[in-house]
């Protein structure tokens, strides 16, 4: 055994490590742009109290200022997390601006800060700048410390996000080629490239206990960087395989390590130590057989174990929605066209029948997927709850906001809903909405009756209204959330809009219910073309025959 074969060391590459220095020395920026100064100074003393430990303020006095600084932030390789822009400025206007913006910062969430604003221009910056909230001028501090914290929260995790994905690929990638190897000199060399990489090292150095050059060198490096003990930026990894320890994983990097660091320099020893367990078993090739279908069989398990949760999940989801009977049999005439974006919801459709009378609903809750699919859940045991204990449509969304604020605490989860209660005997319908509308067809013409603009678990000062209309043979009635009109799609890359979904309608509601919702569906799958479903989509619609 040669000194070179004994031990793996790299050092990154000077230019590289120079730009990861840089970038990681200086601290996030939230930009405000505003041009009286009174103002603007009192925004960025009220962002560093708050917020000044993990984030840099910039400021500017005019859109095209704040262009600039833009541009030589992304120069410079700065992160912007937040932009928070005023609306009625010399020149450059803040929607302009923000809509401007998108070329340097296109994921960073933005705020536009104005008294005076009208709503097309808020419009404006929502459709073309990703607009996150619009706060009126003056500010309540409460509020915009709220809506900082919130967007904040935002760019943290969409980081946060970014980086595990970006080092799922890394290890991904770099696991098959330490598993794919049974030389061990080989598996050495590929960790300590890996791990430069992945973690931004200065210097990586691989040390196995079965080599007596590396037990010399552990001893030196050691003595060099380690009078009494391992600084902050200098970690020291043990590879083990069960109770056995086969080496040592040393990584030096200039301005230390985090949780994600830690995380992958784990999960590279493990797979290290278990390639290096499997080159020495290459020996014995019948021992390395049953080797390999024993790890065969834990990652299969793993991986049943993963789709089974994910299936079960989809399983205990698909429990708390009602069953059709009831809904076909008071209303034959219906379709309900319930498409989630992932395997699991965030949106959930809910009827009960009580003493006569049908309560449907249909729900938009915080968020998509998983997470979306856990606050779907609470939300329909509280709407199950108060349906039975309230009767009129505002009192049953009070009754679950508070229910829904109880059980979530000091979370910020809110829910979308659209509530309907349906007295077929009387031949009446009432009607309550947090931020979601319902639609009646009638005489071909399509009424409109809007929810409140409030969504439950908000905290707004707002009560929640119900109306009631009589019921004609012949109405046909349509609940839905917004992931229909949100959908990106057509020649121009837009959303469907309301506008759309009306025109939509009113061409096919004389048709059966059943062939209606086949429209719906084959309309929005040609619309989206290639794009993702940006959200759950959730349509229910019926018709009252008298």
Excluded at 188 to 214: F, K, M, N, P
Excluded at 343 to 359: A, H, K, N, P, Q
Excluded at 387 to 405: N, Y
């Amino acid at each position: 055994m040669n000194d070179n074969s004994s031990i793996a060391t790299v050092l990154a590459p000077e230019n590289k490590l120079e730009k990861r220095v840089h970038f990681v020395s200086r601290k996030p920026v939230i930009l405000c742009v505003d041009d009286e100064k009174a103002f603007l100074e009192t925004l960025e003393r009220h962002i560093l109290r708050r917020f000044g430990g993990d984030f840099n303020v910039e400021t500017a006095d005019s859109g095209e200022e704040a262009l600039e600084v833009l541009e030589n932030l992304a120069a410079e390789g700065v992160a912007v997390a937040l932009i928070v822009s005023d609306q009625l400025m010399p020149g450059m206007l803040g929607d302009e601006f923000l809509t401007h913006a998108m070329k340097y910062a296109p994921e960073t969430p933005k705020i536009l800060l104005t008294g005076q604003a009208d709503m097309e221009s808020v419009v404006h910056a929502i459709n073309r700048a990703r607009l996150f909230r619009y706060i009126s001028k003056p500010w309540d501090e409460e509020e915009l410390t709220r809506n900082l914290h919130e967007a904040l929260q935002i760019y943290r995790q969409k980081i946060l996000l970014d980086r595990y994905a970006g080092l799922f690929h890394s290890l991904n990638f770099a696991t098959q080629r330490i598993s794919a190897q049974l030389d061990k000199c080989v598996i050495c060399s590929i960790l300590a490239e890996s791990t430069a990489q992945i973690c931004g090292a200065t210097r990586v150095e691989v040390v196995r206990d079965d080599c007596t050059v590396c037990e010399h060198f552990n001893r030196e490096y050691l003595r060099q960087t380690q009078p009494d003990k391992i600084p902050a930026n200098v970690l020291d990894v043990p590879m083990y395989h069960g109770e056995r320890r086969l080496g040592r994983l040393i990584v030096e990097k200039e301005h230390g390590f985090d949780q994600v660091d830690l995380e992958a320099l784990e999960i590279l020893a493990s797979q290290t130590a278990i390639s290096m367990v499997n080159a020495e078993l290459y020996q014995d090739l019948a021992a390395t057989a049953h080797e390999l279908d024993r790890h065969r069989q834990i990652l299969e398990k793993y991986n049943r174990d993963v789709t089974d949760s994910i299936v079960y999940a989809r399983r205990i989801q698909y429990a708390i929605l009602p069953e059709r009977e009831t809904l076909d049999r008071l209303l034959p005439e219906n379709f309900v066209l319930y498409q989630p974006k992932d395997i699991v919801s965030g949106d959930f459709y809910f009827w009960r029948e009580t003493e006569g009378i049908l309560t449907l609903a249909v729900c938009d809750c915080t968020g998509h997927g998983v997470p979306g699919a856990f606050v779907s859940l609470i939300a329909s045991e509280c709407l199950n709850r108060c349906v039975v204990d309230c009767h009129d449509p505002a009192e049953i969304l009070d009754c679950t906001e508070v229910m829904f604020k109880r059980r979530l605490k000091d979370r910020l989860d809110t829910v979308d809903l659209a509530l309907v209660r349906l007295d077929l005997y009387r031949q009446t319908m009432g009607f309550a909405g947090a931020r979601r509308p319902l639609w009646l067809v009638r005489n071909g013409e399509i009424q409109s009756l809007r929810g409140t603009r409030k969504s439950l678990g908000e905290a707004t000062p707002v009560s929640y209204e119900s109306r009631e209309t009589s019921l004609l043979p012949g109405d046909t009635v349509y609940l839905f959330t917004d992931g229909v009109v949100d959908q990106f799609g057509g020649e121009n890359n837009r959303k469907f809009n309301p506008r759309r979904l009306q025109e939509l309608i009113l061409r096919i509601h004389t048709l059966p219910l059943c062939e209606q919702e086949r429209t719906i569906r084959n309309e929005i799958e040609t619309w989206r073309r290639d794009n993702e479903y940006t959200d759950d989509l959730l349509v229910v619609g019926f018709r009252y025959e008298g």
